[in-house]
């Protein structure tokens, strides 16, 4: 009996880490990694342009990393997928073809609305947002410059 519950108990615990989650962040230079935790990382650029990261910031330039989740599975499948000779450099693990050419449609949209927006806002005499009134809103010089930048940052993000 104790055999059964500790072969069953085992098994749970394997079922359980199997289905791990992969998360993406980029370092100070823009580079893209892959972890398989949440814990907090860390970022700078030393005087010579090295790139460093830690799990504390003990650096005065250090900067706290955004972990984006990637997929379900593990590093190595990430790894396998970016590898492999059809995925272009990426894939989602478990991914088919009809599911990459979708989500590489979608992705291609989303970063040519994200530029046109971004575009527009550039060229606008003057930005405002619409008040709970329906009226108009113009905004300063630095909301403006600060809305700009915000949305240069999700082009960046949307389009890379």
């Known amino acids: ?35 398989d935790t949440l814990t ?9 342009g090295k790139v460093h990261y830690a799990d504390k910031p003990d650096h005065e330039d250090a900067v706290s990393v955004e972990l984006v989740w990637h997929s379900s599975g593990t590093i190595a499948d990430v790894k396998n997928a970016a590898d492999s000779p059809d995925s272009g450099g990426y894939a989602f693990p478990g991914e088919t073809a009809e599911e990459r050419a979708e989500r590489e ?9 994200a530029t046109e927006i971004y575009e ?6 003057q930005l405002y947002r619409t008040g709970d009134d329906g009226k108009r809103e113009y ?19 949307l389009c890379s």
Do not use: Q
Not at 22 to 32: E, F, N, Q, R
Not at 120 to 125: E, G, K, R
């Open 105 to 113: 449609k979608a992705e291609a949209y989303y970063c040519k609305r």
């Open 40 to 48: 907090p990382i860390y970022t700078w650029v030393d005087d010579v």
């Open 139 to 157: 905004l300063g010089k630095k909301e403006a410059a600060a809305t700009i930048a915000e949305t240069k940052a999700k082009k960046d993000e």
């Open 1 to 35: 009996m104790i055999r059964i519950l500790t072969t069953t108990v085992l098994l749970i615990g394997l079922c359980l880490t199997a289905n791990a989650d992969v998360w993406k962040w980029k370092d100070a230079l823009g580079k893209t990694h892959f972890v």
């Open 120 to 125: 527009s806002y550039l060229n606008a005499p």
